[in-house]
């Protein structure tokens, strides 16, 4: 037998995964709360704990892990136009699996500053300009970060003729300083490769010993990425394929998490439609977006508010009820509902998450009157015509009603400039797999790839 051990060092839990390499099984998978304030190999031990051992123990020949532990990969990031370099250094930083805080245009302000400093991000991004265009805003800005009372790590990836001494700039206070390629070299042109592998390095070699994790890789081959990253990876693996193994073709999964949900979708999202105009920057064929307000219980406020009435109504709730079972939430973020209306509640929200999620993540269309008739724009990705639509996380699991939830990820006629996916077939990670198989990815993918077609299950129509 050969044992691999991976494990997710989560915000709200910790979870395993051991998986035979030999006969392509998962052996076993559990999760316990995760310790990242006290020992964070508490919590890992405490699931590990859950797995009956084979005789003689088990002898593991790869441990690996991912994390999002401690609020995860934090990052804020600069560029010059909102919809142009600032967005483009947004794009970055999500899909190499961080939280976005903040995302600045142009110059730095005094109050922008003063954000930086009380939000104390883990990594900062400093874009702006296509190459050979605006060198002074990134030269500005760089200058006015090396005057904040910490050091923090800084990924420069803007004007190559000025990302140089920027960089210079940031050294009289930050380090590391890393110089990637411009995420965006000529306008309307996404390059955030460069710049998302720095954030990585970063991540491995500075944040993990930062928030404690260090303690794990004592015990671990080491950690590998944000967990956010490895879930993005295993999604890539799963649509495209791997050698002669096929992929399922283009998908999306969507993430339902306690502080966060998220949603990546592996297509190209082009017009579906004729006389269909695509206007704004280039999407990402592997996109990933992560809604800080839409968790199901470090976030279970602020998914209550974004919902608005919807969720009263669709409860039949009073606001007393609503709030009793919020402050469950808050006394107790590993809840499992014990009760039928318990289990609703989570039913209820698990259905508005998905929703607003998938609704923020899929392009729009619009109608613009012309001297020559109607036409229609596109901004983002069209994805009616997705296939495939993945649910993992907890309440998925727990929750004997998932069709209904991921329901909230369909084409709503009521709704018609949202893209989203119009007839899909639904899947369940229902072993909470993908982002161990985004790490098994790194070292035998395709026997990642067939044991996540093996255990990500087709849903019967209910």
């Given amino acids: 037998m050969q044992a691999v051990l991976l494990i997710d060092f989560g915000s709200t839990y910790t979870k395993v995964t051991i998986v035979d390499l030999d006969r392509e099984e998962v052996l076993g998978t559990a999760r316990a709360g995760t310790t990242v304030e006290t020992n964070i190999m508490e919590g890992l031990h405490a699931a590990l704990a859950q797995i009956p ?68 991000p883990d990594i900062f991004l400093l874009a702006g300009g296509t190459d050979g265009g605006n060198k002074e805003i990134m030269l500005k800005n760089a200058e006015i970060l090396s005057t904040l009372p910490f050091s923090l790590p800084v990924v420069v990836a803007g004007n190559k003729a000025a990302a140089a001494q920027a960089a210079d700039l940031l050294r ?102 004729p006389n269909v105009m695509f206007k704004g920057l280039p999407e990402p064929y592997a996109k990933r977006t992560v809604e800080g307000d839409l968790g199901m219980r470090y976030s279970s406020e602020a998914l209550v508010e974004a919902s608005g009435r919807k969720l009263y109504d ?95 990820s369909v084409f709503n006629p009521g709704e018609p400039t949202l893209l989203k996916p119009q007839n899909p077939s639904f899947y369940l990670d229902k072993d909470y797999i993908l982002a161990a198989m985004g790490l098994l990815r790194e070292v035998a993918p395709q026997a990642a790839l067939r044991i996540m077609k093996k255990y990500v299950v087709k849903l019967e129509e209910v």
């Fill in 314 to 408: 669709v409860l039949g709730w009073r606001d007393d009820q609503v709030a009793a079972q919020l402050e469950l939430y808050k006394k107790d973020p590993w809840l499992i509902p014990q009760t039928e209306e318990e289990a609703q509640f989570d039913l209820a929200m698990g259905r508005m998450a998905v929703s607003l999620a998938v609704e923020r993540h899929v392009g729009t269309i619009e109608v613009v009157y012309t001297p020559f008739g109607a036409t229609y724009v596109q901004h983002g990705k069209d994805l009616t015509p997705l296939p495939a639509v993945i649910g993992t996380g907890g309440v998925l699991l727990h929750n004997p009603h998932v069709w209904e939830i991921l329901k909230g």
């Fill in 172 to 273: 009289r206070r930050h380090d590391p300083v890393v110089v990637a390629d411009n995420v965006m070299p000529d306008l309307g042109v996404l390059a955030v490769d460069s710049a998302r592998l720095a954030i990585r390095d970063i991540f491995l070699s500075h944040i993990v010993h930062a928030k404690g994790l260090d303690k794990a890789e004592e015990f671990l081959e080491r950690i590998l990425m944000p967990t956010p990253a490895a879930v993005l990876s295993a999604a890539e693996l799963l649509a495209e394929g791997q050698g002669s193994e096929r992929g399922l073709g283009e998908l999306m999964i969507v993430d339902v998490g306690g502080a966060t949900t998220d949603v990546h979708s592996i297509a190209k999202g082009e017009p579906s439609k």
């Fill in 53 to 120: 051992e084979p005789a003689g123990g088990w002898n593991f020949i790869r441990k690996l892990a991912c994390s999002s532990a401690a609020g995860g990969l934090k990052m804020m990031a600069s560029g010059l136009v909102k919809e142009l370099t600032a967005e483009a250094a947004r794009r970055a930083a999500l899909g190499a699996g961080a939280r976005v805080m903040e995302i600045f245009s142009y110059e730095l302000t005094a109050q922008d500053l003063a954000k930086i400093i009380s939000a104390k």
